[in-house]
């Protein structure tokens, strides 16, 4: 299984930054897509922002031009830069990464972080 341990939550007011970043320990797996994704209170889990291992990325309408994801392939990290926040980017921030399993050549999806708490004042 992947593991990942997310760091770089925080409280910070409207039109500041914050950064996230994100470290997989993924023995035994290749990894091939990393992002984030945020759930608010009473909403679903929500894609913010991926990146392949080629370097392609996504990101939701919300959030284009305002953050950024960045990947160390051979760190196995991911990094996402928040700019300009606004309240209603208030949310916990999940790492997820999407990885083969080089035993059974299987693509596992369903690793996550435990989630880091981002709370955006206005």
């Known amino acids: 299984q992947v593991q990942l341990v997310e760091s770089g939550g925080g409280l910070v007011q409207a039109g500041g930054s914050l950064r996230l970043s994100c470290a997989a320990s993924?023995?035994?797996?290749?990894?091939?897509?990393m992002g984030w994704y945020r759930q608010a209170p009473g909403k679903q889990r929500e894609l913010v922002a991926r990146?392949?291992?080629?370097?392609?990325?996504a990101y939701a309408d919300s959030v284009k031009g305002r953050f950024a994801i960045s990947s160390d392939n051979a760190k196995n990290t991911v990094t996402l830069q928040m700019n300009s926040l606004k309240p209603e980017d208030t949310a916990v921030y999940y790492c997820?990464?999407?990885?083969?399993?080089?035993?059974?050549?299987?693509?596992?999806?369903?690793?996550w972080g435990q989630g880091t708490q981002v709370t955006v004042s206005s």
């Open positions: 997820n990464a999407r990885a083969v399993d080089l035993r059974t050549a299987r693509l596992e999806d369903n690793n």
């Open positions: 993924a023995r035994g797996f290749s990894i091939t897509t």
């Open positions: 990146i392949t291992n080629g370097g392609s990325t």
